[in-house]
């Protein structure tokens, strides 16, 4: 598994990044281009997909309402890194 070091090495965000492309290639012409509504709000959305942060550990242990100390204690005891 390769490393990641920033966002941009994360290949959900680069698939986003190649939908997004082809939205706005696809956007630019047809029915697309004169419709000013529709093609802001579809453009506005692959740009949403691209931007959209995943939740911290912090934040999806308090959705599932888990201490962070119980998970910490569930890696060390499988000696996990």
């Not at 966002?7 to 697309?32: C, H, P």
């Amino acid at each position: 598994m390769a490393k990641i070091e920033k966002f941009e090495d994360i290949q959900a965000w680069q698939k986003a990044r190649e939908l997004t492309k082809a939205i706005y290639a696809v956007s630019k012409n047809g029915s697309f281009a004169r419709n000013f509504g529709l093609r802001y709000q579809i453009r506005k959305a692959a740009v949403s997909v691209m931007s959209n942060r995943c939740l911290s550990v912090d934040d999806i242990l308090d959705n599932l309402g888990i201490k962070r100390d119980t998970v910490c204690k569930w890696i060390s005891e499988r000696n996990m890194p």
